[in-house]
């Protein structure tokens, strides 16, 4: 049947900035198509507040506390990981920040540094710890969760858009490297109405300049995050796939 593409029963994933947003959703998505879920963020209260909803499901869950642009947070993750399933199959690179700089000449070297570690620094350390692991065991998927403004970018974006883009080279930097039992996909993100969103503007939470004309629901991240987890994507590598309304 084509439900059991989707099916996760007896996989392990790992989802960064999992205590909320899309990253919630799509721990609370995998867990509920089977899969066991080590979920991470700075805060540990908020990662094992997700850790019993993911137990009531009836799967594993590792509630670990670390901060993806800390380059010795990330080994001690992994290895936390792997001490605890013993592997794990799908990397969702979720975490990020986004801040708005009053201009680009006004942006300081901290918020410079933050912004680069948060959005690839750490994916790049993390994926590459585990993607050997994978490439070295029983393959996986890794899923870079990036964002239009990387295709789209802003003014006073600058470094958060060239850290997304790096990000998407990373892509495909990594599905070449640990190819062909690893996957390594992006899916573009547009504008959700997650927790930042309650800092938009109202206008800026009822439209978008888009095909559809409004933000996404973050419930709509799931689909194409288990499409790209999942056997059902067994063809799929190197791919972007832009969840943002048709943003233009």
């Known amino acids: 049947m ?21 990253g919630l959703e799509m721990v609370r998505a995998f867990a509920a198509a089977g899969a066991d879920v080590v979920i991470t963020s700075r805060k540990l209260d908020a990662c ?25 947070d990330l080994g001690r993750l992994a290895d936390a990981a792997y001490d605890e399933f013993g592997k794990v199959d799908i990397l969702v690179n979720n975490a990020g920040m986004s801040p708005v700089a009053p201009s680009s000449e006004e942006t300081s070297e901290d918020l410079f ?15 590459s710890l585990i993607g050997r692991r994978m490439a070295d065991g029983d393959g996986g998927s890794i899923i870079n969760i990036s964002s239009s ?5 802003q003014p006073r974006f600058g470094p958060y858009a060239g850290a997304k883009a790096a990000l998407n080279v990373l892509t495909t930097v990594f599905a070449q490297e640990y190819g062909p039992k690893v996957r390594v996909n992006t899916i573009s993100a547009g504008p959700f109405l997650t927790d930042i969103s309650k800092s938009w503007r109202e206008e800026a939470r009822q439209n978008t300049r888009s095909a559809l ?6 419930k709509e991240i799931i689909s194409t995050a288990l499409y790209l987890a999942s056997d059902a994507s067994s063809y799929t590598t190197n791919a972007l796939i832009r969840v943002d309304g048709g943003l233009y």
């Open 113 to 127: 540094d933050k912004v680069i570690g948060v959005n690839f620094k750490g994916p790049f350390r993390l994926a």
């Open 213 to 218: 004309g409004r933000p996404g629901k973050p």
């Open 48 to 72: 094992e507040r997700v850790a019993k909803e993911v137990r009531d499901l009836g799967r594993r869950a590792l509630p670990v506390a670390a901060h993806v642009g800390h380059w010795d």
């Open 149 to 153: 403004g990387a295709l789209l970018p």
């Open 2 to 22: 084509s439900s059991d593409l989707f099916d996760l029963s007896g996989k392990v994933a790992l989802v960064t900035g999992g205590s909320r947003g899309l």
